[in-house]
């Protein structure tokens, strides 16, 4: 088994992260992306591994509300309760610029 990663190899992983590295950094991550290939690996030799196994902390027996037809609010009552509004609608303040830094 290798001990590290060809420098092709590496390049590939820099291209695909979109990402520059300097010959430095491509030595080094021969080795270091190699460890974490060979550590990524051994979930392989996990015994007893099961599709059905729990990773998550709850159950499939979910609980939802019924639909229920309610009381609609005619505009003009909810109006009442917004600090601005035009016509119908209620004004809110602008959250993203469309200007610069955008």
Known sequence: MKDKLSKEEVMHVAELAKIKISEEE??????????????????????GYD??????PWTDKTSLRKDERGIML????????????SGNYIEVPVVISEGEGA
């Open 74 to 85: 005619q505009p003009k009552e909810v109006l009442e309760n917004a600090p601005r509004h």
């Open 26 to 47: 491509v030595e080094k991550y021969q080795v270091e992306l190699k460890q974490l290939l060979n550590d990524v690996e051994k979930i392989n030799d996990v015994k």
């Open 51 to 56: 599709e059905d196994i729990l990773i998550a």
